[in-house]
Structures are given as C-alpha cells and as structure tokens.
C-alpha cells in the first residue's frame, strides 16, 4: 500500500525521519539511564559517552527538526504509520499475555 500511495523520496522520508527520531530518543533514553541508576552494572561501554551521544543527539534533533519543517507532509505521514501500529503491538501484547498461562501450565522437559 505504501508503494503505491507515493513517491521514492516520500517514502524515504517517512521511514529516515522516525528511524533517526528513534534512535536520537534512544540516545536520550541513555542519558536518563545512567542518570537514574548509576550503580546500575555497565558490561557495555558506549564509546566517547558523554560527548560523542551528546553530539548525535544535537546532530540528529536539528535533522529531524529541519525535516519536520521542510517536509512536514511526509513526516507528518511517518509519525501517523508509527502510531498506527500501536493498536496492533497493544492487541499482539493483550495476545501474548492471555496465552502465557497455559503455556507455563505445560511442564518443560530437561
């Protein structure tokens, strides 16, 4: 559906503009990690934390805030296929939640 609902260029924007949103939150999520659990264990180490997260964080906003005005049609059409889906992942999570009983009712073998 999506294919034929558009251009190339479109498309593109609808899926770099949520997937850069993503990761910038992501990044953020990092900050808020090590802020809020500091003892937390680390058995990875993000290279050149905190400048080098920092930096992809400004980088990254100002894209995706540049594209959001520049190409307010498709980023508007991405965040709208993202939320879209949330109907599914809360049904598909509903789902997986009513079959987890019986499935831990069966003894496992080993």
């Known amino acids: 559906m999506l294919i034929l609902s558009g251009k190339y ?11 850069v949103l993503s ?13 809020k659990k500091p003892d937390l264990d680390r058995p990875y180490r993000c290279t050149g934390y905190p400048w080098l997260p920092a930096v992809y964080v ?12 520049e190409e307010r049609r498709a980023t508007l059409m991405g965040v709208l296929i993202v939320l879209l889906g949330i109907p599914f992942y809360l049904w598909w999570k509903w789902r997986r939640q009513q079959q987890s009983p019986r499935k831990s009712a069966v003894p496992s073998i080993g």
């Not at 260029?9 to 997937?19: A, G, P, S």
């Not at 990761?23 to 802020?35: A, D, E, P, Q, S």
Request: with cysteine; net charge positive; hydrophobic share 60%.
């Open 9 to 19: 260029t479109e498309l593109y924007t609808y899926v770099m503009f949520m997937m």
């Open 58 to 69: 400004v980088l990254g906003s100002a894209w995706a805030i540049n594209t959001a005005l």
């Open 23 to 35: 990761y910038v939150l992501t990044v953020c999520g990092l900050f808020i990690l090590r802020r």
